[in-house]
Structures are given as structure tokens and as C-alpha cells.
């Protein structure tokens, strides 16, 4: 059930778009015409599609905390939607879209973002009542993490009902404690971690369990399946067991090249609109240069420069690896970063800062959708917490990714292990 609000939005969204241009044709136009097939037609196919990838890289629906939020997001995504038209209109010099149609999509996509988010948080609701966990684990913390993780915003939420580690299933005896307590609770979903699943006495009040209708699933796979990531405890176990696209997959690996050229292409075309008012507002709101280029780590473990506009003050934006504290230079970019400049701090809220990276996937040192590359340094500190770490890196880095849009900015190194999880899962 809450996967059907992003879809909702989407099919929301090609109603919207469609309804007004029909409106415009039938009714609206001094000339009433054919809209299917019509040249408006097709540029608002790519305005309902621009307007469905912004709105998934903003993280609408599910994402939005509030209606204001969900408003306010669905507000920019239609903004920057309709600026990808205003720049194809710009160079090919004629109106390509009606006035009418424009200003009716303009005021009700916001609304609708609000009316998916209502749906969202609904069936969030709904299904957390629904989908009701029990779990038994060796490690006494997965209970406390598999809470978090829940109360934190998962794919398909549910709650925890209730909780038993080994050594008290072992305590009981040939009290069937797990079965027992499993239907105290009404659990709908029995959770296993590894060490769980190779105990018989609980693999035997599992399968009666099954046998009465509740749901058995490893915590890894609950994991994948709820949550959207891969869990703490199974990071190390599960590192190299599964297939990677650009590795093992040779049509895989073209058609994501073409599709991250088309979106490249695309991304040059808003590009200089951009830049153009951002080179304006520069002097007054964002004193300093126009770019920012750093170091990155890549796929392979290789260095490459990336390309961002600059959003902090000149003297913050210094790759240094030894100023690593107080705000300085070469530290972890926090929210609310004291050293984000005004015109910055706009730049980052509508992602328009990481727009010359299209540059980088042209070039081929980025995909539009991976892991976010790290620079050299922190890979470093990374490597030496974290054993596995690398893997990450045996895929092209992204322009964005399904921990960027899960998460956000990493504050520290626990919040970067917590963005692995969710590259794994990606």
C-alpha cells in the first residue's frame, strides 16, 4: 500500500498536464485542435517527465515532513520543470507551450504534491498497523536499530511488536517461547537474523508460524523489502552477494551510457540559463568565483574533479584534509553550515549547485544515478572504519542516488556508514 503514492504522483502529474492541454484545445484556444499528436502535446510529455524525475530526486511524496513541505517542493519542481521549457524555447526561439495550459499546470501541481503527500502519510499509517514485527536476533542492539530505522521513514512501514534474542530462546527450554509470544503479540511478520535462522528450536516454531499465515523473512531481506537498505549487522556477510550491472551485465552497461548522455544533454541546455543568473546574483549574494572544482574518488578507486557552483565563502571551499575541524575548510558539510552563502544556501535547497556535474557524466567520471563520490581524504578515514568500504566503488559514482535522496548530506563518519547501507541496497 505505500508503494502506490509515488506512482499516484505520477500518473497524478501526466493527468494534470494532459487534462490542462486537452482544456487548452477544446476549450481554451481561439482555434480548437487535436491535442494528441499535436506539437504541445509532446513538449508537455517531456515537461510531465522532467517535472516526475525532479519530483523522485526531491523525494516527493514520501519524503515531504508536512503539507507545507510537500507544497513547497512540488512548487520547485514545477518551477525548474517549466524552466527546462523556457531554455528549449529560448533556443529554438518560439512559444512551445499554451499560456493558458502553463498557468493551470503551474497551480495545480503544487496541489497535488500536497494530496500525494496526504496519501503517503495514509497508507504509512495504515500499513505500520498492518505489518506488525517480531523479531529474533543475537545481537541485543538490532532491536533498538530495527526500531529506529522503522520510526524513520521506511519503504513499506510497519512496527515492532516484539523481540527475543537467542540467549533468552535458549533459557526457555522446551518452552516453544518464540511461537508463544509471537501470537501474544498478533505479529504478522517473524524476522530472523543469521545466526537466528541456524537455530532449530527456532526454525521449527517458525515454520508453525508460517503455517498459521505470519510472513518469515531473514533480516536482511526485511530489510531490503521495508526499509529500503541493508542492515548494519548483515553489511559484512552480504558485501559481495549480488550481481552488479557494470560488472556483469553488457547491455546494461550501454543503455545506461546512452541514458545518462540524453540526460546530459538536457542538463547542458538549463545549464547556461543558469549560469547566467547565478553569474548576475554572484557579486552581491555569493561574493567569489563561479565554480567549485574538488577532488572526488571514483569508480575503480580513481580520482577525478568534479564540477559544482560554488554555494560557501571562497575561503571554506579549500579541499585541505588537514582542516578537518571547526567548520573549517576540508570538513563535513553540515545543515545549516555557517560557511553556505546566501545565493549557496538557494543553490543547495533546489540541487541546481550539482547542475555542472553534467559535464562530469558526459566526460564519463559520473552516472545520474550511483553512489555520491567522497572526497579523497574521508575515503581514507572511511576505509579504515569501515573493512568493506570499497565496494562501493566498484560502480560508476552518481549524480545522484538512493542514499542521497534517503538521507542527504553525511555530517560524519556514522552517518556515512549509515548511507552505505543504503548504497548496498541501491
Known amino acids: 500500500m505505500p508503494q502506490v503514492a509515488r506512482p499516484l504522483y505520477n500518473l497524478g502529474t501526466v ?10 484545445a477544446a476549450r481554451l484556444s481561439a482555434e480548437p485542435y487535436r491535442f494528441l499528436g499535436s506539437p504541445a502535446s509532446a513538449w508537455l510529455a517531456v515537461l510531465a517527465g522532467v517535472n516526475i524525475c525532479l519530483a523522485y530526486a526531491i523525494g516527493l511524496p514520501e519524503l515531504a515532513t508536512s503539507r507545507t513541505s510537500a507544497a513547497l517542493r512540488g512548487l520547485a519542481a514545477t518551477i525548474c520543470s517549466f524552466s527546462v521549457i523556457a531554455a528549449f524555447q529560448a533556443v529554438l526561439a518560439t512559444p512551445l507551450l499554451p499560456r493558458s495550459a502553463s498557468m493551470l499546470i503551474g497551480l495545480l501541481l503544487p496541489l497535488w504534491s500536497v494530496v500525494a503527500w496526504n496519501v503517503s502519510r495514509d497508507a504509512r499509517a495504515w500499513a505500520a498497523t498492518r505489518d506488525r514485527v517480531f523479531l529474533v536476533a543475537d545481537r541485543p542492539d538490532d532491536e533498538h536499530r530495527l526500531t529506529d530505522d522503522l520510526t524513520a521513514g521506511a519503504e513499506a512501514p510497519a512496527s515492532l511488536v516484539g523481540s527475543l534474542s537467542l540467549d533468552e530462546v535458549r533459557r526457555a527450554g522446551t518452552d516453544p517461547i518464540v511461537l508463544r509470544l509471537a501470537q501474544a503479540a498478533g505479529a504478522t511478520i517473524l524476522v530472523l537474523d543469521a545466526a537466528a535462522q541456524a537455530d532449530l528450536p527456532v526454525v521449527e516454531q517458525a515454520a508453525s508460524l508460517h503455517r498459521q499465515g505470519v510472513r518469515i523473512r531473514t533480516l536482511s531481506l526485511f530489510y531490503e523489502q521495508w526499509v529500503g537498505k541493508l542492515p548494519h549487522a548483515e553489511l559484512a556477510r552480504v558485501s559481495l552477494l549480488f550481481d552488479v550491472g557494470e560488472l556483469h551485465r553488457a547491455r546494461y552497461v550501454r543503455a545506461r551510457r546512452i541514458v545518462d548522455l540524453a540526460f546530459a544533454a538536457a542538463g547542458l541546455v538549463l545549464l547556461g540559463p543558469v549560469l547566467a543568473v547565478v553569474a548576475v546574483l554572484n557579486p552581491w549574494l555569493n561574493r567569489g568565483p563561479l565554480f567549485f572544482r574538488q577532488q572526488r574518488i571514483g569508480r575503480g578507486g580513481r580520482p577525478f574533479e568534479m564540477w559544482k557552483l560554488r554555494t560557501m565563502i571562497p575561503a571554506a571551499t579549500s579541499a585541505d584534509p588537514a582542516a578537518t575541524a571547526g567548520g573549517g575548510a576540508g570538513s563535513w558539510t553540515r545543515v545549516g553550515d555557517a560557511r553556505i552563502t546566501p545565493l549557496g ?26 553512489p555520491r563520490p567522497e572526497q579523497p581524504h574521508y575515503v581514507e578515514r572511511l576505509r579504515e572504519k569501515i573493512a568493506f568500504y570499497d565496494v562501493r566503488h566498484i560502480v560508476r559514482p552518481g549524480l545522484t542516488g538512493w542514499a542521497q535522496v534517503k538521507q542527504g548530506y553525511a555530517a560524519d563518519p556514522d552517518d556515512a556508514f549509515e548511507k552505505l547501507q543504503y548504497d548496498f541496497y541501491y
Open 345 to 370: 544556501r538557494l543553490l543547495r535547497r533546489s540541487h541546481l549547485d550539482e547542475l555542472p556535474q553534467v559535464l562530469n557524466i558526459l566526460r564519463g567520471d559520473l552516472s545520474l544515478v550511483g
Open 15 to 24: 493527468a494534470v498536464v494532459g487534462g490542462a492541454g486537452w482544456l487548452h
